[in-house]
Structures are given as structure tokens and as C-alpha cells.
């Protein structure tokens, strides 16, 4: 989806038709993983070839990646992404077809690398418990959008000064609502959430987004439409893309657009 402003769609689409309405209230927030997460990265991530100090091919430079956690994480949300190399705060990636050997070279990838290689790409994981229709979040703190879930941390010497010795989390937010039935369609427009997204509908996965400054829509359909709608999102912040403190969680606004015709779907496709 191209980076729309929501000032944009805002000064657009309030109209008879089409209504756009605050959605920054009545979030429930857990700090930490679902029981079944990983805590750090999708679950199905591994890399069981060491290729520490190997001369590897077929690479490109992820300018963004400066810490070896924020190179292999990143790489496991990358469905394109098979090897991972980081030193001196650069990190190198490759698909399928890089290959590493146990020789040294004059290219770019230093020799006091770090770094791993997979052989096959899983699903994401879609079992998380915290995701489920009819989780009880009683007990979730009640928080409003924007939300930084990293500010309030402890602050630890050991934690990269980069992030402002803060550690960085995995969160979940949960919100359950309605849509009048006048509305035919419908969808969620984030402006912004850092970083890894994984959004539940009901208890579906529903999509994902990887950048943590680009905005993003999630449309709803109109057997969605029907009844409440739980919606679950999984924010995962222990990764960055940045030498400067990045935060966690819904930390811009968020929106619901509905619509009383197929609008919001043709709006999600175009950007």
C-alpha cells in the first residue's frame, strides 16, 4: 500500500456515503508474548547453518539493520530472505540462491561476521491464544491509541544506547466493536506501528505489515461486517531499523473507515 496521509483521506471521504470516525479509545494492551510466541521473531524461525565468518554470495546490503538481532529477525519476517550476515553494524542479507563458503575475500562482507542460513520458509504462526474469538481480556490493561509500550521500561545499561537503554518487547492489543449495518464495507487505517504487525480478524490471520513508519489499511468484508468484530494485533519491537530510540506498539493514530458500498475494498487495493 503506497504511504496515503490519513489527512488526505480524511479531507476525501467524509461525505453521505462514506464516514470516518476516530478508533483511538477502548484498546486492551498485553506487554509480552502470547504463552505459544516466541518472544522475539515468528516462531517458525531458524537458522541452523552457521555461516559466522564465511564468505557469502549473492547478497545485498540492508542499509536499516545495525545490531545482529535486528539483522536475523528481520530476516525471519522475510519470506524472501534465507541467509543473514551482520558486522560493524552492517547487515547483509540473501535469498535462495546466495551461497556461503568457508574462503576469505576482499568483498564487502567483513570476515568477523556473524550469521545464519535456512533452508525453507514456514507459515506464520496462527495458533496464538491471545488472538483467539472470545479471549478474555478483562484483565488487559484499557489503554488510547497513540501508545508507545517501550516508554515506560526499565532503562539498563546493557541494552543498546542506540534505543535509549531501553529493552526492546512484543506486545498485543485487542479491540472488539461493530459497525452499523447500514455500512456494506469497511477498514482500519494505521498510520503508523512499530515494528513487525500481525493482524487477527476474528481469530483469522488477516495480514501483516513489516515497515514500522509507513501507514497501512486492514479491510474488513461484509460477512466480517456481521456482529462484533474482534480484532487482534501482534506488535513485535524487539527489532529495529534505526540508530535512534524507535519505540513499540500503535504510537500514531488509527481510524475506521465504512463505507455504504464496496468502497473500502477498492480503497485498500489502490492505496
Same mark, same amino acid.
Given at each position: 500500500?503506497?504511504?496515503?496521509?490519513?489527512?488526505?483521506? %480524511?479531507?476525501?471521504? /467524509?461525505?453521505?456515503?462514506?464516514?470516518? /470516525?476516530?478508533?483511538?479509545?477502548?484498546?486492551?494492551?498485553?506487554?509480552?508474548?502470547d504463552?505459544?510466541?516466541?518472544?522475539a521473531?515468528?516462531?517458525?524461525?531458524d537458522?541452523?547453518?552457521?555461516?559466522?565468518?564465511? #564468505?557469502?554470495?549473492?547478497?545485498?546490503?540492508?542499509?536499516?539493520?545495525?545490531?545482529?538481532?535486528?539483522?536475523?529477525?528481520?530476516?525471519? *519476517?522475510?519470506?524472501?530472505?534465507y541467509?543473514? &550476515?551482520?558486522?560493524?553494524r552492517?547487515?547483509?542479507q540473501?535469498?535462495?540462491?546466495a551461497?556461503?563458503?568457508?574462503? #576469505?575475500?576482499?568483498?564487502p562482507?567483513?570476515?568477523n561476521? /556473524?550469521?545464519?542460513?535456512?533452508?525453507?520458509?514456514?507459515?506464520?504462526?496462527?495458533?496464538?491464544?491471545?488472538?483467539? &474469538?472470545?479471549?478474555?481480556?478483562?484483565d488487559?490493561?484499557?489503554?488510547?491509541?497513540?501508545?508507545?509500550?517501550?516508554?515506560?521500561?526499565t532503562?539498563?545499561?546493557?541494552?543498546?544506547?542506540?534505543?535509549?537503554?531501553l529493552?526492546?518487547?512484543?506486545g498485543?492489543y485487542?479491540?472488539t466493536?461493530?459497525?452499523?449495518?447500514?455500512f456494506k464495507?469497511? %477498514?482500519?487505517?494505521?498510520?503508523?506501528?512499530?515494528?513487525f504487525?500481525?493482524?487477527f480478524?476474528?481469530?483469522?490471520l488477516h495480514s501483516?505489515?513489516?515497515?514500522?513508519y #509507513?501507514?497501512?489499511?486492514v479491510?474488513l468484508?461484509p460477512? &466480517? %461486517?456481521?456482529?462484533k468484530i474482534? %480484532?487482534?494485533?501482534?506488535?513485535?519491537?524487539? *527489532?529495529?531499523s534505526?540508530?535512534? *530510540?524507535?519505540?513499540?506498539?500503535l504510537?500514531?493514530?488509527?481510524?475506521?473507515?465504512?463505507?455504504?458500498?464496496d468502497?473500502?475494498?477498492?480503497?485498500?487495493?489502490?492505496?
Amino acid at each position: 500500500m503506497k504511504a496515503v496521509s490519513a489527512v488526505f483521506l %480524511l479531507a476525501t471521504y /467524509v461525505g453521505a456515503e462514506r464516514v470516518i /470516525v476516530p478508533f483511538g479509545n477502548g484498546w486492551k494492551f498485553k506487554l509480552g508474548d502470547d504463552p505459544k510466541g516466541s518472544g522475539a521473531g515468528p516462531n517458525q524461525c531458524d537458522f541452523p547453518v552457521n555461516v559466522t565468518g564465511m #564468505t557469502c554470495t549473492g547478497m545485498e546490503t540492508d542499509p536499516n539493520r545495525f545490531l545482529e538481532d535486528d539483522c536475523r529477525i528481520s530476516c525471519c *519476517y522475510d519470506p524472501n530472505c534465507y541467509v543473514w &550476515q551482520q558486522a560493524n553494524r552492517r547487515c547483509f542479507q540473501g535469498g535462495k540462491n546466495a551461497t556461503c563458503t568457508n574462503t #576469505t575475500s576482499n568483498g564487502p562482507i567483513p570476515t568477523n561476521s /556473524v550469521g545464519g542460513m535456512r533452508t525453507k520458509i514456514e507459515p506464520y504462526q496462527t495458533d496464538y491464544s491471545f488472538a483467539k &474469538q472470545a479471549f478474555d481480556d478483562s484483565d488487559w490493561e484499557t489503554i488510547s491509541v497513540p501508545h508507545d509500550f517501550m516508554i515506560n521500561g526499565t532503562f539498563t545499561n546493557s541494552i543498546d544506547i542506540y534505543h535509549g537503554f531501553l529493552p526492546r518487547m512484543v506486545g498485543w492489543y485487542r479491540k472488539t466493536f461493530t459497525v452499523p449495518s447500514t455500512f456494506k464495507s469497511a %477498514l482500519l487505517f494505521f498510520e503508523g506501528a512499530h515494528h513487525f504487525k500481525e493482524i487477527f480478524i476474528n481469530g483469522d490471520l488477516h495480514s501483516t505489515h513489516e515497515c514500522g513508519y #509507513t501507514p497501512f489499511a486492514v479491510s474488513l468484508s461484509p460477512s &466480517q %461486517l456481521s456482529g462484533k468484530i474482534e %480484532l487482534a494485533i501482534r506488535i513485535d519491537a524487539t *527489532y529495529g531499523s534505526g540508530h535512534w *530510540y524507535e519505540g513499540g506498539g500503535l504510537y500514531r493514530a488509527v481510524y475506521l473507515h465504512m463505507f455504504e458500498s464496496d468502497d473500502g475494498f477498492r480503497l485498500n487495493e489502490m492505496g
